[in-house]
């Protein structure tokens, strides 16, 4: 089946400071979206970006569906961008299954 | 507003209780899924719903648990009867597979199973 890697697996930053994460997937995809899950648990849509670039704010997100990977940016960090990031794709075939990478466990300092 | 909504968002119970968990997807929504969440294993998919047919419940114990939408404004998930190992946090995602197949989360239900 397909996979899909996140990296790094964890990241601490100095609050203002910039990031990047990465999202790879190893075979074409109909549907990719970034969620961030906040220390309360709660899943948040960030981006629904099968292809292309779309910001939001601070963050912005790029998926070459060509290469087969998509990275999230947050600038400006604030420490309520701390929680895991996950990147999660829907397979060609798939009948709308997301699957879903490790996550990016993101940890601003203030 | 729109949001999905479940309910309880905690619950604690002995080991071999009915447990039932709710569901309430985004109005117009026509795709529900249940996920569980665990730290040793993750998001797991347990079962999916269109137009509140049943897609794919693969990934559910058969045994004891049961998925089902009475209609479309209700989801439900039940345990009978609950293990420890069924301590997880359960989610409920909604998406609408006539637009943009964004799924949403509602705010989960921590069940521990004592």
């Known amino acids: 089946g397909i996979q899909v890697e996140q990296s790094p697996p964890d990241l601490i930053l100095q609050e203002g400071a910039n990031s990047t994460l990465r999202c790879n997937f190893s075979?074409?995809?109909?549907?990719l979206q970034w969620f961030h899950q906040n220390p309360w648990g709660q899943l948040i849509n960030l981006f629904y970006i099968p292809s292309g670039t779309k910001q939001n704010g601070r963050l912005s997100a790029t998926t070459v569906a060509t290469e087969r990977y998509s990275l999230l940016y947050i600038s400006s960090s604030q420490t309520t961008d701390s929680g895991v990031y996950f990147c999660?794709?829907?397979?060609?075939?798939?009948?709308?299954?997301?699957?879903w990478g490790a996550g990016t466990k993101l940890i601003i300092k203030p | 507003d729109a949001r999905v909504t479940q309910t309880p968002r905690h619950k604690v119970t002995e080991m071999g209780q009915e447990v039932t968990m709710r569901c309430q997807p985004i109005?117009?929504?026509?795709?529900v899924f249940w996920y569980r969440q665990t730290m040793m294993q993750g998001l797991e998919l347990l079962a999916y719903f269109r137009n509140r047919a049943p897609l794919d419940d693969s990934g559910m114990p058969k045994d004891r648990f049961s998925a089902e939408m009475p209609d479309a404004t209700l989801a439900t998930l039940k345990i009978q009867p609950s293990e420890p190992r069924d301590s997880a946090v359960y989610f409920c995602a909604s998406g609408s597979s006539g637009e943009s197949y964004e799924q949403y989360f509602g705010p989960g239900t921590r069940l521990t199973v004592t």
């Open positions: 075979d074409s995809v109909n549907n």
């Open positions: 109005l117009g929504h026509n795709t």
């Open positions: 999660a794709v829907e397979r060609m075939d798939s009948n709308y299954q997301l699957i």
